[in-house]
């Protein structure tokens, strides 16, 4: 090494530094360096070594070159790998594109780098060899720069060692004169090192831990701490943490727990790069953690009381800001603090509220609980004052405060607030339930008092109110100054008051009583008075205290009510009345009325015209009055009811407007009530009563209501006496109906069966007298099978009130018996009897006609089917070859044979389905067909027929498109039938035409035929069942007279219309089935 | 008896006792006995020992269910199905048949190209 090379010694300075190798390495470096030199006869060689991932000169030997020094870093950095990098030609070197620095380089135009490789192959830095011009190393030489490299790196390994050593000696030195344990860890073997104090800390020594390994920590470790202190391993062994820092419980040997802070770090890796060896320290932190725990279980606490919501804690520094408020505070204040207290805005003053006395007057600034205790440095208690949001939410608060000296010596201010609003609010609501009391008591109707228990009741106190009561001033009253109370109770009641409160005074409870008051106006007051004795402590009466009412109102309701009852009472004996004749049940009314009203005459008047008839009357017996009598209405007083047509009273004639009138005139009747009486709906007459004393009490609203009510009862007399002759009437004629009726007609007693009353129909069916028929029992007439039907029909009206229709059958007197049909209703008769009433319909001649249409359906059945079996079944047999083989034109002949005996078949089998028809039985099968095809097939099965007849079928020109919704086989029937019967009334050589048309509502089928028609007189029953037009035709034509109702029932099932135009030249039946018949199928299924 | 081998027919009507027969025996290949009235078949049914009796329902005399009331009263058809042959077609008369203790019915008209196999039907039906 050339010392006067300052540069390079500067460079190496810093080197030295980092790395302090062994004196006697240089000596090594400078003798190989110059071996390398004079060898290859380079002008530089040097050695550089690896720290923190830079490449440091370690030693140089040759010229100082400035540029070459200050771009070693540039040189450096053309290593990539472990390997010996060899630049022949910097100038022409590609690899040093990038490294303008290198290839413009002055003095260096190649230079060759070998690694230095140490234990475990790691690098320890390079060996360098620089020229000033281009060169291509030989062979040999490169060998000898691998050797030297060697032990270069060898001298570097030892030299490194020795200072590892001495750096861990002083390390542990120093750990030593710590309190602090030590540990290292080989993660892939397990093997563990502790040191003495490691095992100290959790009070063993270390040959008590023995064997020692990691399970020995772990066993020690708190099992909750495991697995943080895992993570936080695995974080470091990751790179993601620099250092492994864990804080953990341990197990002391005497069995508590202590807090340990463990530090380490990975110290070496194994060539994989997985962790090899971790050491650490090993600190005991128990005190430490429990002053911290400890600090942390009291903040918890005093946080528990302050948010405990009870009270509202709030603190307050110089400035007038809040420091600190708990939860019920801010709910208090309505303020939101932030978590930092010096971040809060929030004074005491705050411009967010208002602050008031509770009753909303001002509150004085100065007042405030802040100003008061951070001017005065003393507490204050429970100032009051409210405090108000702009949106009119308020809350009155009870204020305590005290100064505080903070732990940083400044002074800040505590307050305890409490919210007393709900108090506030109760305090105001009682005040005002007292004033709301005060104010009614004066406002009560009645008068309070309290007066001397002596003779004049000498009042002490006495209330306005007996002004109205009495029309004098309380002030009268009091110790008796004008008058006493006792002058002014009714001198008829004053000794039942004394009694009653001479009573109640023994008996120590309150008296009630009523009594009249002579009021100042000359009239009578009712009075109500409750009161009690008040006692001294010797037991003798101090004075009465009580309560007046005025209760005169109340007084005359009662009468008036008393008066309404006796009314009400009359006006139900008067509805009462009940059972006799209609005049009789007036003149009692009549009697009733006079009695409750006072008034000694009543009448109930017929009036027509000017003429006035008395109907019912009550009298005095010596009063000359008649029933029928009659009078001119003007000289009654009804002519006034009537012109009124309302009620009249008149208490008193001759000082009434109407003393005038005739009627008092002459009947000096004072006193009259009258009504005008309607019957329905009609001006009947009147209702009056009268006397010929005036009243005594004027007519009351009651007695004008009971009039009324009673005249309503007249008219209902009188209506339901018409609606009875009505009645009578109308039984009259409906008797004569019943008697004609050509049903027969049966009255039964529910409870009896018997025969109430019957018809001369039922006489007859049954060849009875009605005296007969009137002794006869149920039984006698009803065969005694029947009997479970009857109990069944019985049952119905029992529940309906209905019975029927059923059929059963009756006996006749002559033991034969016939069918009936019968059905019925219960009625009740005025007497409350259950009856029976029965329509009892003789149906004999209906069973019959239904007898003789099964007969003959089945008759025709079988009549028809025997010979039609037989040609059939022979035909059948020819064609099915049973006797032997047929010429073709024979099989041709049988085959049409057989078609049109299995067609007659057929219609054997409509004509008997004409029951199923009829009944609705019949199953359809609605298709959509083409008529064309239709018509087709109708024509070729018919053509025989008609040929036999010489007569032509002809099919008018039909659109193919034409469709109708239609059940095949019997639309081909009704074709075939009309055909058929077109053909029979055709002359030979006539045509027969068929023609279809679509029409608006369907499609319209014609069979025309130029026959003679149908003779007029027979139009009307075409279609009837079994008729012809001529009965010798059944047998000309081979019909059966059943072919057109049966076609018209069918079309008319199908929905659709037949009928039919007919005149001498021939006839035209008309069908028209509607489009969609689809229903009908579908319905049918 | 694997094999349906003899009728007996019941009918009054010779047209149709003709048809049956030349059905039963020519298209069936069946031993075919045929009696005229209920009473020549209550006679002869022991003797003839048939299969299957076809009878007739409307007949002068002793009618089809008459006919079968006493064939059953005699215990002389057991084994042996009776199938009524008639030209009653209303289902109420139909279902009084069956009631009556026919085994099945037949309709008038029938095919008689058809019988012989409706028959054996009916027989096989009856084993």
């Known amino acids: ?277 971790v050491s650490g320290t090993h600190a005991d932190i128990t005190l430490q953690m429990q002053a911290k725990q400890e600090l942390e279980s009291q903040r918890l606490f005093l946080e528990n009381i302050f948010n405990s ?193 001479e009573k109640a005074i023994e008996e120590h409870t309150d008296w009630l009583i009523e009594y009249r008051v002579l009021h100042r106006d000359g009239s009578v007051q009712w009075a109500k008075e409750k009161g009690r004795p008040v006692y001294d402590k010797n037991g003798d009466v101090e004075h009465l205290d009580g309560f007046i009412l005025n209760v005169t109102d109340d007084k005359s309701n009662r009468i008036e009510l008393e008066n309404q009852l006796s009314a009400f009472k009359a006006l139900n004996d008067i ?211 029947y009997e479970a039907e009857e109990f069944k029909q019985l049952k119905m009206l029992d529940t309906t009130s209905r019975y029927g229709p059923f059929e059963k059958e009756y006996i006749r007197k002559d033991g034969s018996r016939y069918p009936v049909c019968l059905h019925g209703m219960l009625v009740e008769d005025n007497s409350g009897r259950k009856l029976i009433w029965s329509i009892i319909e003789d149906i004999s001649e209906r069973k019959r006609n239904d007898e003789i249409k099964n007969q003959f359906v089945s008759t025709v059945s079988h009549e028809l089917r025997t010979p039609i079996s037989s040609i059939t079944g022979s035909l059948q047999l020819l064609l099915g070859g049973a006797t032997g083989e047929l010429p073709k034109s024979a099989v041709e002949m049988i085959a049409i044979a057989l078609k049109n005996s299995s067609r007659l078949s057929l219609l054997i089998d409509d004509i008997l389905d004409l029951e199923k028809l009829l009944a609705g039985r019949i199953e359809w099968s609605i298709e959509t067909l083409s008529v064309h095809s239709l018509f087709k097939d109708i024509i070729e099965r018919n053509e025989p027929f008609a040929k036999r007849h010489n007569v032509t079928l002809s099919v008018e020109d039909i659109d193919p498109a034409l469709e109708i919704d239609v059940d095949a086989q019997r639309f081909e029937q009704v074709i075939t039938n009309l055909l058929s019967n077109a053909v029979k009334f055709s002359s030979s050589g006539d045509i027969v035409t068929l023609n279809a048309k679509k029409e608006e509502l369907g499609v319209r089928i014609s069979i025309i035929d130029r026959g003679e028609g149908i003779p007029e007189e027979f139009h009307p029953r075409v279609f009837e069942k079994f008729a012809q037009a001529n009965a010798s035709n059944t047998r000309k034509t081979g019909g059966t007279g059943l072919g057109l109702s049966i076609c018209k029932e069918i079309v008319e099932q199908l929905g659709g219309t037949i009928d039919f135009e007919s005149n001498p030249g021939g006839t035209v039946f008309n069908i028209t089935f509607p489009y969609r018949n689809k229903t009908l199928g579908e319905n049918n299924g | 008896m694997t094999k349906l081998e003899r009728v007996l027919v019941v009918d009054d009507e010779q047209d149709i006792q003709a048809i049956a027969k030349l059905s039963l025996e020519r298209v069936g290949g069946l031993e075919t006995l045929i009696c005229s009235s209920g009473r020549e078949a209550i006679d002869k049914v022991q003797v003839f020992a048939p299969n299957i009796i076809l009878l007739d329902v409307m007949m002068p005399g002793l009618d089809g269910p008459a006919t079968l009331s006493i064939l059953k009263e005699k215990g002389l058809v057991t084994n042996i199905p009776v199938v009524f042959f008639t030209a009653k077609v209303l289902d109420k008369e139909i279902e009084e048949l069956h009631s009556c203790g026919a085994f099945d019915v037949i309709s008038k008209p029938f095919d008689p190209m058809k019988l012989p196999s409706i028959l054996e039907d009916i027989w096989r039906r009856s084993q």
Not at chain 1, 474 to 495: E, G, L, M, T
């Open chain 1, 575 to 785: 509805s009462s009345i009940a059972g006799t004749e209609t005049l009789e049940r007036l003149n009692l009314a009549l009697a009733l009325g006079s009695s409750y009203l006072g008034l000694e005459l009543g009448i109930v008047s017929q009036i027509q015209e000017s003429e006035y008839k008395v109907v019912a009357f009550t009298a005095p017996e010596n009063a000359e009055l008649k029933n029928g009598q009659t009078f001119a209405l003007s000289n009654t007083y009804c002519d006034i009811t009537l012109n009124a047509n309302d009620v009249i009273t008149i208490d008193e004639m001759k000082s009434s407007e109407y003393r005038g009138h005739p009627c008092y005139q002459s009947f000096t009747l004072e006193s009259y009530i009258g009504v005008p009486l309607y019957v329905e709906g009609k001006r009947f007459g009147t209702l009056s009563f009268s006397s010929t004393t005036s009243r005594e009490n004027s007519f009351r609203e009651t007695e004008k209501q009971f009039i009324r009510l009673m005249a309503r009862w007249v008219s209902t007399t009188l209506e339901l006496k018409n609606q009875q002759a009505t009645l009578e009437r109308s039984e009259q004629r409906l008797r004569g109906l019943f008697e004609l009726s050509p049903i027969g007609i049966a009255l039964n007693d529910y409870e009896t069966g018997a025969f109430v009353d019957l018809n001369a129909a039922l006489l007859l069916s049954t060849g009875y007298t009605r005296d007969e028929f009137i002794s006869l029992s149920y039984w006698d007439v009803t065969p005694r099978e």
């Open chain 1, 309 to 501: 919501d009870v009270s509202a804690f709030i603190v307050i520094n110089e400035d007038g800001r809040f420091t600190y408020a708990n939860n019920e505070a801010i709910r208090v204040l309505g303020l939101q603090l932030n978590d930092s207290p010096k971040d809060n805005e929030a004074t005491f003053d705050d411009p967010r509220w208002h602050i008031t006395n509770i009753d909303g007057s001002e509150f004085p600034n100065d007042k405030l609980p802040f100003a008061v205790v951070s001017r005065t440095k003393q507490p204050v208690k429970d100032i009051k004052h409210a405090i108000r949001w702009p949106d009119g939410e308020w809350k009155a608060l009870s204020v305590n405060g005290a100064p505080l000296l903070n732990a940083f010596g400044e002074t800040e201010y505590v307050f305890a607030v409490r919210d007393i609003t709900q108090q506030v609010l109760l305090e105001e609501a009682l005040r005002e339930s007292e004033a709301q009391f005060r104010s009614l008591v004066d406002n009560m109707p009645g008068v309070t008092y309290r007066c001397r228990y002596d003779e004049e009741w000498t009042m002490l106190y006495l209330s306005d109110k007996v002004d109205p009561l009495s029309g004098y001033p309380a002030s009268d009253f009091i110790q008796n100054k004008v008058r006493s109370y006792d002058s002014v109770i009714h001198p008829d009641d004053k000794k039942m008051a004394s009694i009653a409160v």
């Open chain 1, 1 to 277: 090494m050339n010392p006067k090379n300052s540069s390079v010694n500067k460079i190496l300075n810093e080197s030295a530094k980092l790395n302090k190798l062994a004196p006697v390495s240089k000596a090594v470096f400078a003798r190989l360096t110059r071996i390398a030199q004079d060898t290859l006869n380079v002008p530089i060689a040097f050695i550089s070594l690896v720290q923190e991932g830079r490449e440091y000169i370690q030693y140089y030997s040759g010229p100082d070159i400035p540029q070459f020094l200050s771009s070693f870093d540039s040189f450096s950095r053309t290593i990539l790998e472990n390997n010996i990098l060899e630049v022949n030609d910097t100038e022409s070197d590609v690899r040093l594109t990038d490294y303008p620095a290198i290839k413009n380089h002055s003095y260096i135009r190649s230079y060759s780098a070998i690694p230095l490789i140490g234990q475990n192959q790691r690098r320890l830095g390079f060996f360098w060899v620089l020229n000033k011009s281009p060169r291509v190393l030989l062979a040999n030489e490169r060998e000898l720069l691998d050797f030297l490299a060697e032990s270069i790196s060898s001298e570097v390994q030892t030299s490194l060692s020795l200072e590892v050593q001495s750096n861990e000696q002083r390390l542990l030195s120093i750990l030593e004169g710590t309190n602090i344990g030590t540990w290292e860890w080989n993660v892939q073997t397990g093997d563990t090192v502790f040191n003495e104090r490691w095992a100290e800390i959790v009070g063993y020594t270390l040959s008590e831990l023995e064997p020692i390994s990691i399970d020995t920590w772990m066993s020690l470790a708190h099992p909750d701490d495991l697995e943080h202190s895992g993570e936080l391993l695995n974080k470091h062994f990751s790179g993601e943490l620099e250092f492994y820092d864990c804080k953990a419980r341990m197990r002391h040997k005497n069995g508590s727990w202590i807090w340990v802070h463990d530090r380490g770090r990975v110290v070496s890796r194994t060539d994989d790069g997985e962790p090899l060896i």
